[in-house]
């Protein structure tokens, strides 16, 4: 298998990862998303800031020369969290992990959270294998799904 490798976000990735935004099944999957996936000007609205927010580290990820997707670090309730999104055609082939774990080299960040939704198990896994463990629950209305959601919440702390 090809590489994994992490870059610095680009404008044209943007578009990228607006385009993997706009999938049904992998809003769905993902549950906390956009309002509207199919709305370009808040997506780029919501990027730039993103891209302008010094506190927020991104990285576009690439799988043999394709924009697969991205991982950032921001802060969700008062605390630094991670999130990613692979291209659901990408979807099984170990890429959510080896970039997570590249990117976990790279932020020193430490407590580090992470969300999933309880009937993510590609994503729970991924971040299981990355060392995080659950540290709690809740439940939060998903965009994605239309509907409340239970989500772990786990931790990183080495």
């Known amino acids: 298998m090809s590489s994994v490798r992490l870059r610095e976000v680009t404008e044209s990735d943007v578009l990228e990862f607006f385009e993997h935004q706009r999938d049904p099944e992998a809003n ?5 998303g956009a309002a509207d996936p199919t709305d370009r000007a808040a997506f780029l609205v919501r990027w730039a800031r993103i891209l302008a927010d010094d506190a927020v580290l991104t ?30 055609a990408y979807w099984g082939l170990g890429l959510a992990t080896a970039a997570l774990t590249e990117y976990l080299a790279l932020d020193p960040v430490r407590p580090l959270y992470a969300r999933a939704a309880v009937d993510n198990l590609g994503s729970l896994r991924v971040l299981d294998k ?12 998903a965009e994605g799904r239309g509907e409340d959601v239970e989500e772990f919440i786990l931790r990183l702390d080495a």
């Open 28 to 32: 769905r999957m993902a549950a906390f």
């Open 59 to 88: 990285r576009t990820i690439e799988f043999d020369g394709r924009v697969v997707g991205h991982v950032a670090r921001f802060r969700q309730f008062g605390e630094p969290e991670v999130t990613y999104w692979i291209d659901r």
């Open 130 to 141: 990355c060392g995080f463990v659950a540290v709690g629950e809740d439940v939060g209305f």
